[in-house]
């Protein structure tokens, strides 16, 4: 049975997900994790890693289904969370990203092995 450090072993390290770490991503396509206390909880892929990981973090909920997620976590009756809400709660958390050719097939994997609590279906 892998590992999740098995899985990551060809991404970057840990780092806290804020705009410093995402203006730090390269333009290249890749797969990128955001890991909750070690726990990876979302799996994405992109044309480009720098501005997905941005898009993250100040998107909105149409743009980026991690904001949706995080953003129905932490929505109270009567409130919905902001982006900062959302922003805030990413930033508590780390991100870790892997430049590939193969974003797609590379996602697939991880998900299946790794099932994330944000990563709304299952791919076929």
Do not use: C
Not at 27 to 37: E, I, M, N
Not at 54 to 66: A, E, I, K
Not at 74 to 102: C, F, M, Y
């Amino acid at each position: 049975m892998l590992d999740v450090e098995d899985l990551l072993a060809n991404f970057t390290p840990p780092q806290p997900y804020t705009m410093e770490a995402a203006d730090g991503a390269p333009t290249s396509p890749g797969v990128h994790v955001v890991l909750d206390r070690g726990t990876v909880v979302y799996v994405g892929y992109t044309g480009n890693l720098r501005n997905r990981l941005r898009q993250h973090l100040t998107g909105n909920r149409d743009s980026s289904v991690l904001h949706e997620q995080v953003g129905q976590l932490l929505d109270k009756p009567g409130h919905e969370a902001s982006a900062v809400d959302i922003a805030d709660w990413l930033g508590r958390r780390e991100v870790r990203w892997q430049e590939t050719d193969n974003p797609d097939g590379t996602k697939e994997a991880l998900v299946l092995a790794l099932k994330p609590r944000f990563n709304r279906q299952v791919p076929k």
